[in-house]
């Protein structure tokens, strides 16, 4: 018998949140979309698709350092992620337990007013000075 | 100063995926964007959206039991919500911290084949003798 696995042993959720060009704050959406397909690829290709769910969210709210990805029940935040770092994700973090810490987002730039993120959108250019 | 709160405290992940009307597996779409909404709500009218995040989510693959939603870090999925549910899920998980378990989805019915997970669909009306 296998080991029943309720929920989720890693429940990925990636931004694909789509905004209008030029957002000040950005948009996941298709960079979003390229790395949760990647996700699924590489989960499947690991025969983890049981117990490892890449799931399409709205946004997360971290639009300043997208493609922003969530990792539950550990809740380990991803920024700028390509689809290109996806398999070091899955190989390190979710097969091996090892966040990939160069891609982690730090708690200072979560939900926090930090140097990525602006309280207005910059003037347009015709009011600039 | 405020204490800073990296991370959501609740991360409530509400599913509004939609699909073909009369597919077998159901589809969380109309009710998941109702619930949302009310989420949004409660959260707000309580002062917590610094810490608490109701975001809309894609298949979250419990179609059967749906509407869906699942509270991280915690885990804590719920099934068959409904609008109305989402105050009490408010006032007694999200503020005081116990789950509300009438609507808790029992571990046998996440990705398991429970009563509710059809196999296969049911055959068209025609077929049936």
């Keep these: ?12 959720f990636i931004c694909t ?17 390229a790395v949760r397909a990647r996700f699924k690829d590489e989960i499947a290709r690991r025969g983890l698709a049981r117990t490892v769910r890449a799931n399409a969210a709205g946004c997360l709210d971290q639009c300043e350092h997208g493609p922003t990805v969530v990792v539950y029940p550990e809740a380990t935040w991803y920024g700028r992620v ?19 810490e160069r891609l982690v987002l730090p708690d200072a730039c979560i939900n926090e ?11 347009p250019a015709k009011e600039r000075t």
Tied chains: 1, 2.
Aim: proline letters at 15%; glycine letters at 12%.
């Design 82 to 100: 390509r689809p290109e770092d996806v398999p070091e994700i899955v190989e390190s973090h979710i097969a091996g337990g090892r966040p990939v």
């Design 113 to 123: 007013p930090c140097e990525h993120r602006r309280k207005k959108p910059a003037p």
């Design 17 to 33: 949140n789509r905004r209008e060009p030029g957002h000040p704050r950005g948009c996941c959406g298709d960079g979003g979309e």
């Design 1 to 12: 018998m296998p080991v029943v696995m309720a929920s989720f042993r890693h429940h990925i």
